[in-house]
Nanobody
Framework: QVQLVESGGGLVQFGGSLRLSCTAS????????MGWYRQAPGNQRELVAT???????TYGDSVKGRFAISRDNIKNTVYLQMNSLKPEDTAIYYC??????????WGQGTQVTVSS
C-alpha cells in the first residue's frame, strides 16, 4: 500500500502563486508516475500534471505555461508550483501515484481557492 499526504493548499488572490507538495510513504518501490488531478464542484476530476521517475511531464491544457511539476525521487515527493492563478483554478487538488499493474493511489485532497 501507498499513502499520499498533500500539503500547501489555501486561499490566494487572482494572479498569485501557491506550491503544493505530496509525499508518498509505505510501499513506495516501483512508483512510476506521480502527479496531480483536480476536481471542482459539479465537474469531473481532470488532469493537472504528472511526472515520471525519469522526469517526463504531462500537463493539462488549462495549466500549461502557468504550472510546473517537479519530483524528488529520494524523498518520494512531488511538487506543483502554481503561478498566475485564476478563479477557475479553484478546486480540490488530489495527489496521484501510479505503479504498473496496480490501481492508482490517491491522496485525501487539498483545497485551493483563488479569489477574484
Amino acid at each position: 500500500q501507498v499513502q499520499l499526504v498533500e500539503s500547501g493548499g489555501g486561499l490566494v488572490q487572482f494572479g498569485g502563486s501557491l506550491r503544493l507538495s505530496c509525499t508518498a510513504s509505505g510501499s513506495t518501490i516501483g512508483i512510476y508516475r506521480m502527479g496531480w488531478y483536480r476536481q471542482a464542484p459539479g465537474n469531473q476530476r481532470e488532469l493537472v500534471a504528472t511526472i515520471t521517475t525519469g522526469g517526463v511531464t504531462t500537463y493539462g491544457d488549462s495549466v500549461k505555461g502557468r504550472f510546473a511539476i517537479s519530483r524528488d525521487n529520494i524523498k518520494n515527493t512531488v511538487y506543483l508550483q502554481m503561478n498566475s492563478l485564476k478563479p477557475e483554478d479553484t478546486a480540490i487538488y488530489y495527489c496521484y501515484a501510479y505503479r504498473p499493474s496496480e490501481n492508482p493511489y490517491w491522496g485525501q485532497g487539498t483545497q485551493v481557492t483563488v479569489s477574484s
